[in-house]
């Protein structure tokens, strides 16, 4: 079941109205243009070999799956097709929206391949960040933690090397799962990607978890050399860049979408230092002298720059990309227009996100909208008193009487001003009053047998919703996998594959439990 929410960026386009996503630089989603935008997006052969001859190395010196070989093989020819994803390398594969978005990639793989069009997807795991709280590994059942043993700071976590030793932090995982029934096959997978460093460690995890995907990895630091012509350019009028930006931020605020990250006061990157911390030139006392003449090695783009370097030196035909990320790439439209540099298509993630079937139709049982389940729901908006609801429709019509009585005295033409203005606000002041009332009846008045029914559903949400917190932005992929089994990544995959249309940053449910087949599968997720 597909559904939407409010997100201002994704409504636009969601919507009809072509030129307000055409003016925040936004493809269509339409699956039809998508893939017409990405035949005609041809690839710069020299681009293309020139970002093989920095990766070829690397992913020589890699275990990669035979898929991933096969997909590095296939980029020797300039015809073929990049998509790109990326995130930072959580532990134990993070909450589930990284494996989502990883998901995402390969269904637009494949959709493309099946128009035709030879395409390769490539994970870009972001290892340059220097906030160690995304590493954050995500919930665990019963609300167990694991602890995360990188505090925020200046240090990147390429620059990391775990603490613990692998038998330590296997033993810790183990009783994070704790009786889950599938907890050797997570334990399997969590073993079989044990590294020194994060972001080998998640390289291999993701090896792991899908043998057969065609994915290949990319870290920041293999491109160094190769962000230089961009970062050149940016150093050459830094002022410039700086007022692109934010008369690209202007333009999207004015549209009612969010602009996440600010435009740059100095230089839009860090330096890393002697001691190993990544931070701003200023801080430093670097001038833009100073870091042209720095080892491009020691050079790390900030959040908005990496998204057009990355563009840039790989060439992508499409990014998939969260809703916050999306709506920090469109800062950038304006300074990729004004040089000319790489403007992919930008597609919002689908977010899949887990549902216990059994738990569902319990709610549905109790007289809930299935539409109307989802986190933060409340039991007394989803099950209504019908007593509730007949004296709360009889107080509004009797109010509605009483304010047009009132009302009438302001077109009065007998009644003095003093009287007209009192009149109109005993107006506003009744109707706020009455409004609140109607809602207060509606909710608190209720019988015995709604209450305990609304006790029930509220049981109910908290179990499906702990906290009421969206599970695909918090659950742990491994702890999923320990209750569910490792066909819960065929589910997720599943419910990508049913949608016509995934592309609208919609949540997808699908079932965390085992459906026998498939017209089952179609009627409940």
């Avoid at 041809?42 to 020589?60: C, I, N, S």
């Avoid at 740059?264 to 042209?292: A, K, T």
């Avoid at 109109?424 to 009053?433: G, I």
Wanted: proline share 9%.
């Amino acid at each position: 079941m597909k559904h939407h929410d409010p997100h201002p960026l994704l409504e636009i386009l969601r919507g009809s109205d072509r030129a307000a996503s055409t003016a925040l630089g936004i493809v269509s989603i339409d699956p039809d243009e998508l893939v017409q935008r990405a035949r005609s997006r041809e690839p710069d052969p020299t681009r293309r070999e020139q970002f093989l001859e920095a990766v070829r190395p690397r992913w020589a010196g890699l275990e990669l799956p035979p898929a991933a070989r096969a997909a590095a093989s296939r980029l020797e020819d300039p015809a073929t097709r990049i998509v790109i994803a990326g995130h930072q390398p959580a532990l134990w594969g993070g909450p589930l929206l990284v494996i989502s978005k990883i998901l995402s990639l390969l269904h637009l793989a494949i959709q493309m391949e099946a128009a035709g069009i030879p395409t390769v997807p490539i994970f870009w795991v972001a290892d340059d960040d220097h906030d160690g709280s995304e590493l954050d590994p995500g919930s665990f059942h019963d609300e167990k933690q694991l602890e995360q043993p990188f505090a925020s700071g200046r240090r990147p976590i390429f620059d990391l090397k775990h603490p613990q030793l692998p038998a330590e932090r296997l033993a810790a995982l183990s009783d994070a799962l704790g009786t889950a029934p599938h907890a050797q096959q997570a334990l399997r997978l969590a073993s079989g990607s044990i590294c020194a460093s994060p972001a080998e460690e998640f390289i291999s995890f993701i090896s792991q978890l899908l043998p057969d995907a065609a994915l290949l990895p990319v870290v920041p630091r293999w491109l160094r050399s190769l962000q230089t012509p961009v970062i050149e350019q940016v150093l050459d009028d830094v002022d410039l860049y700086r007022d692109l930006v934010q008369r690209s931020i202007d333009e999207q605020i004015q549209s009612g979408v969010p602009a996440p990250v600010p435009a740059p006061r100095g230089m839009p990157l860090f330096v890393i230092d002697s001691d190993g911390l990544r931070r701003r030139p200023e801080e430093q006392g670097l001038s833009i002298d100073d870091v042209r003449s720095i080892d491009p090695d020691r050079i790390s783009p900030d959040a908005l720059l990496r998204t057009v370097v990355q563009d840039q030196v790989i060439d992508p035909a499409a990014v998939v990309l969260g809703p916050t990320e999306l709506c920090y790439a469109i800062e950038t439209r304006a300074v990729r227009q004004h040089h000319g540099w790489s403007s992919p298509l930008w597609l919002p993630r689908p977010r899949l996100r887990p549902v216990s079937l059994a738990l569902i139709e319990q709610l549905v049982d109790e007289g809930v909208d299935r539409d109307q389940i989802h986190p933060g729901a409340v039991a007394a908006d989803l099950i209504r008193c019908e007593e509730a609801t007949r004296e709360a429709t009889q107080i509004a019509s009797l109010g509605q009487d009483l304010i047009q009585k009132v009302e009438g005295l302001v077109s009065n033409p007998d009644a003095t001003a003093a009287l007209r203005r009192r009149a109109r606000r005993l107006v506003r002041t009744w109707r706020r009053q009455f409004q609140r009332l109607e809602t207060s009846v509606e909710g608190q008045l209720v019988g015995p047998t709604v209450e305990v029914k609304r006790q029930r559903v509220t049981a109910l949400l908290e179990l499906l919703f702990p906290d009421g917190r969206e599970p695909e932005r918090c659950r742990n992929i491994l702890d999923l996998i320990g209750h569910h089994g490792i066909d819960v990544i065929e589910r997720m995959r599943r419910a990508l594959e049913m949608e016509d249309s995934p592309w609208d940053g919609a949540i997808l449910e699908f079932p965390s439990e085992k459906v026998m087949d498939k017209e089952n599968l179609d009627v409940q997720c």
